[in-house]
C-alpha cells in the first residue's frame, strides 16, 4: 500500500534523526532553555530576516493554535477565520474549549479576503448591540489553506493593513507552511510574514520533524507571558531539546526548504498528470495537496493499492479526492499513482 492520504504518515527526516540520535545523551536544561532551542531560534531568526523576533518551541498544531489564540484573547473576543479554516473543522472544539468564540466567514477557495474582515469588524463594532456581541479580535489564516489555496503578498498586505488599521490580531498558522513556500505560484517569504503578521507558526511534524512547531512571535504584546500560557496548556515540553534539535537540523543549510521543494515539486507532477488525463479538479492547488473528482468506480479500485483522503461526495456516482505529496515522497510511488490511474481509466472507457 503506498500512502497519499496525508502530509505526516512518515517519521523524520534522516537528518532531523541523526542530530538526535548525536545528542541523546547529553545533558541539557529542560523546558526549551537549553543550547539547541537557542541555536534553533537563532536560525529561525535569521531566517525570517529579524532578531527581535520570538521563537517558541510547542509540539503539534492544535496545541500552538489554541495557546496563541488563548494567549492573545480576553474572554469576551473571538476570532475570525474563513469557515473552511483548520479551527472550525478539525480541532474538536479546541479554541472554544478556552472560551473563545471561532467566527467563521464564508471563504473563496479557502481564503479570507480584507474587504469581509473589515467589514465584519466594522459591522461589530458599529451595530448598536456591540458589547452583546463577540467582540473579533484576531484574524486566523493558514498559508497554504485547507484546500491548498495560497495568499499572494497582495493579498496578504491587504489583510495586514486592515488587521492594523482596526487594531486586530493578525495569526497565520503554517503547519504546510514549507510547502506554499516552495510552490512556483508563491510570493511570498518568511521575511514578509514577520513584517506582515503578528504571530505565526512553521510547521515542523508536516514537514520532516517527528513533531514540533515553531512560533515566531512579532509583536511585542503578545511576546508578553506567553510562556506562562505555554506551561498552562501543557506546551513547556520538560525534554524541550527535542525540539530545539529537530528544528536546528531544519533550519541549516535550507533543509526545510529543500525538502518542501521535493514535495511540491511531485505534488506539480501529479496535477500535470490529472490534466493530462482530462480529470476535473475539485480546487487549483499550487500546493502539495491535490484536489481530483473521481468516479466511485475508480476510487473504489484504486483503494486496492493506494491511500487517499475522501473529501466530499460531488454527485450519485462521483467524488472529490485528495492527493498528499510530503518531504518523504517518492518518485515512483508518484509514477505508480500516475500510471495505475491511467489503467483504470482506460479500463473505464472500455466498458
Known amino acids: 500500500m503506498i500512502w497519499f492520504n496525508s502530509d505526516y504518515s512518515e517519521g523524520a527526516h534522516p537528518e532531523v534523526l541523526r542530530k538526535l540520535t548525536e545528542t541523546n545523551m547529553e545533558q541539557t536544561p529542560g523546558y526549551g532553555e537549553d543550547v539547541y532551542c537557542m541555536q534553533a531560534a537563532g536560525l529561525i531568526q535569521k531566517a525570517c530576516g529579524r532578531n527581535d523576533v520570538d521563537i517558541q518551541f510547542l509540539v503539534g498544531g492544535t496545541q500552538t493554535n489554541t495557546t496563541v489564540i488563548a494567549a492573545a484573547l480576553r474572554p469576551f473576543q473571538g476570532v475570525i477565520t474563513a469557515a473552511s479554516g483548520h479551527i472550525n473543522n478539525h480541532e474538536s472544539g479546541a479554541i472554544e474549549a478556552t472560551g473563545h468564540k471561532v467566527i467563521a466567514l464564508p471563504g473563496t477557495d479557502g481564503k479570507l479576503t480584507a474587504a469581509q474582515i473589515a467589514d465584519y469588524v466594522d459591522w461589530q463594532a458599529n451595530d448598536e448591540s456591540v458589547e452583546h456581541i463577540v467582540q473579533p479580535k484576531m484574524v486566523y489564516i493558514s498559508h497554504p489553506t485547507e484546500l491548498g489555496t495560497l ?29 506554499g513556500l516552495a510552490s512556483r505560484e508563491n510570493d511570498l517569504t518568511l521575511p514578509d510574514l514577520a513584517q506582515l503578521c503578528d504571530v505565526f507558526y512553521i510547521g515542523g511534524t508536516k514537514v520532516g520533524a517527528l513533531f514540533g512547531e515553531a512560533v515566531v512571535i512579532v509583536a511585542e504584546e503578545l511576546k508578553k507571558d506567553f510562556r506562562y500560557n505555554m506551561k498552562q496548556r501543557g506546551g513547556r515540553l520538560a525534554k524541550g531539546r527535542l525540539l530545539g534539535v529537530q528544528f536546528a537540523a531544519l533550519f541549516e543549510d535550507d533543509l526545510y526548504f529543500k525538502i518542501s521543494k521535493h514535495a511540491a515539486g511531485l505534488a506539480e507532477q501529479i496535477k500535470e498528470a490529472f490534466e493530462r488525463m482530462g480529470l476535473h479538479r475539485f480546487i ?13 468506480s475508480i476510487c473504489k479500485k484504486l483503494r486496492e493499492k493506494f491511500e487517499y483522503e475522501y473529501w466530499q461526495r460531488m454527485d450519485e456516482t462521483h467524488s472529490a479526492v485528495r492527493f498528499c505529496t510530503s518531504w518523504a515522497t517518492k518518485e515512483e510511488h508518484v509514477q505508480a499513482l500516475i500510471e495505475e490511474l491511467e489503467r483504470l481509466l482506460a479500463e473505464e472507457e472500455r466498458n
Open 151 to 179: 495568499y499572494s503578498k497582495e493579498e496578504l498586505t491587504k489583510i495586514s493593513k486592515v488587521c492594523r488599521e482596526r487594531e486586530v490580531w493578525l495569526y497565520l498558522d503554517g503547519a504546510r507552511l514549507g510547502y
Open 284 to 296: 487549483d492547488s499550487p500546493t502539495n495537496q491535490q484536489f481530483v473528482v473521481l468516479p466511485d
